[in-house]
T-cell receptor, first 110, second 114 residues
Framework: EDKVVQSPLSLVVHEGDTVTLNCSYEVTNFRSLLWYKQEKKAPTFLFMLTSSGIEKKSGRLSSILDKKELFSILNITATQTGDSAVYLCALTPTGNQFYFGTGTSLTVIP | EAQVTQNPRYLITVTGKKLTVTCSQNMNHEYMSWYRQDPGLGLRQIYYSMNVEVTDKGDVPEGYKVSRKEKRNFPLILESPSPNQTSLYFC?????????????FGPGTRLTVT
């Protein structure tokens, strides 16, 4: 059964800290892993990862995938209060079915 | 403005009373999907549709029906709602198989079944 596990469940940091969010998975077939940000409303897309070892970056956020060890990490550097959100990891084995983790709740304190 | 709309945004209903949650997108997307989000369980896929008249079950389809008669609309039907269907529901769409991953989510529908 395809499964996505995220850790930690929640995290509280101070502005300026760097955080690392983890996503591990079990899957019968792998197509892509995706990261979303959810701020009390609909999730918004951050990254899609298909190949191992290739880092995706967008400003202070970056993500990388390890297909051998079956995990991905999402890094946020120099955190700001606007980064406070739930970060969701999702797996798609087929491109049309999606399995989400339960998310990591990040709170950034000023 | 490119968007996915859902109606209603909030609904309180009673067990057994049929209801429909509408979803519409104005981006000419081929792929559409429904999810429910529950505390501790995350987002779970209910149904998805690759195109008009093509629908398939997701992870938790029991108690739900969908239809895709037009490209822009993908309604979610609960024929006989039960309290365990109380949840936050999201509709999502994306361009299609060539780029199915950047899903655009609707604002959500909070459903309470008493």
């Amino acid at each position: 059964e395809d499964k996505v596990v995220q850790s930690p469940l929640s995290l509280v940091v101070h502005e300026g800290d760097t955080v690392t969010l983890n996503c591990s998975y079990e899957v019968t077939n792998f197509r892509s892993l995706l990261w979303y940000k959810q701020e009390k409303k609909a999730p918004t897309f951050l990254f899609m990862l298909t190949s191992s070892g290739i880092e995706k970056k967008s400003g202070r956020l970056s993500s990388i995938l390890d297909k051998k060890e079956l995990f991905s990490i999402l890094n946020i550097t120099a955190t700001q209060t606007g980064d406070s959100a739930v970060y969701l990891c999702a797996l798609t084995p087929t491109g049309n079915q999606f399995y989400f983790g339960t998310g990591t709740s990040l709170t950034v304190i000023p | 403005e490119a968007q996915v709309t859902q109606n209603p945004r909030y609904l309180i209903t009673v067990t057994g009373k049929k209801l429909t949650v509408t979803c519409s997108q104005n981006m000419n997307h081929e792929y559409m999907s429904w999810y429910r989000q529950d505390p501790g369980l995350g987002l779970r896929q209910i149904y998805y549709s690759m195109n008009v008249e093509v629908t398939d079950k997701g992870d938790v389809p029991e108690g739900y029906k969908v239809s895709r008669k037009e490209k822009r609309n993908f309604p979610l039907i609960l024929e006989s709602p039960s309290p365990n269907q109380t949840s936050l529901y999201f509709c999502a769409s994306s361009p299609g198989l060539a780029d199915p991953y950047e899903q655009y989510f609707g604002p959500g529908t909070r459903l309470t079944v008493t």
